[in-house]
């Protein structure tokens, strides 16, 4: 059974701060890894996809991958209150059209 | 207008009764995916297909069946609902480049 493990939350960073969200995968096969956001009663939204190790930066988000690690993060610098959503992680092994995801941690941002 | 659609938004039904819920894509996209979200549980793949001939089971199929009407047409049938089917169902497509683009929702609630 392939696993995706994240902390549920919540995680409360204040307005301005960097929020670090994190998750760590079982399949040491996995190929492509995705970070989703979902609103409070919204559907799911690709904000970040990273493939190889190491840092993938798009604006104020940052996500860093290490395969020997099994694990996956999120970075969100200068955080705003718009950002308070729960992210999910999502990992699809080589070869494979599905995804896995984590159950989501939920981040609030303080103003 | 969206580009993956889902109906009906919102369902209540009863035990045993059969329901359909539909998805109707615009994106053009040949790969289309059944979910089931439950509170802190995630995430979880119901069924996909990538054409009209190529149905398979994902995760949690029992209990489920679908069928795929064309390329932009993917539905999914409760043949006798029960109460633990009760989650929000999302249907996605995805692309070539391997980003799921998910549709509003539905949310079932079974009686």
């Known amino acids: 059974q392939k696993e995706v493990e994240q902390n549920s939350g919540p995680l409360s960073v204040p307005e301005g701060a960097i929020a670090s969200l994190n998750c760590t995968y079982s399949d040491r096969g996995s190929q492509s890894f995705f970070w989703y956001r979902q609103y409070s009663g919204k559907s799911p939204e690709l904000i970040m996809s990273i493939y190889s190790n190491g840092d993938k930066e798009d604006g104020r988000f940052t996500a860093q991958l290490n395969k020997a690690s099994q694990y996956v993060s999120l970075l969100i610098r200068d955080s705003q209150p718009s950002d308070s959503a729960t992210y999910l992680c999502?990992?699809?092994?080589?070869?494979?059209?599905?995804?896995?995801f984590g159950k989501g941690t939920k981040l609030s941002v303080i103003p | 207008d969206a580009d993956v659609t889902q109906t009906p938004r919102n369902r209540i039904t009863k035990t045993g009764k059969r329901i359909m819920l539909e998805c109707s894509q615009t994106k053009g996209h040949d790969r289309m995916y059944w979910y089931r979200q439950d509170p802190g549980l995630g995430l979880r793949l119901i069924y996909y297909?990538?054409?009209?001939?190529?149905?398979n089971k994902g995760e949690i199929s029992d209990g489920y069946s679908v069928s795929r009407q064309a390329q932009a047409k993917f539905s999914l049938s409760l043949e006798s609902a029960i109460p633990n089917q009760t989650a929000l169902y999302f249907c996605a497509t995805e692309g070539t480049e391997e980003t799921q683009y998910f549709g509003p929702g539905t949310r079932l609630l079974v009686l």
């Open positions: 297909s990538f054409d009209v001939k190529d149905i």
């Open positions: 999502a990992v699809k092994g080589a070869g494979s059209y599905q995804l896995t």
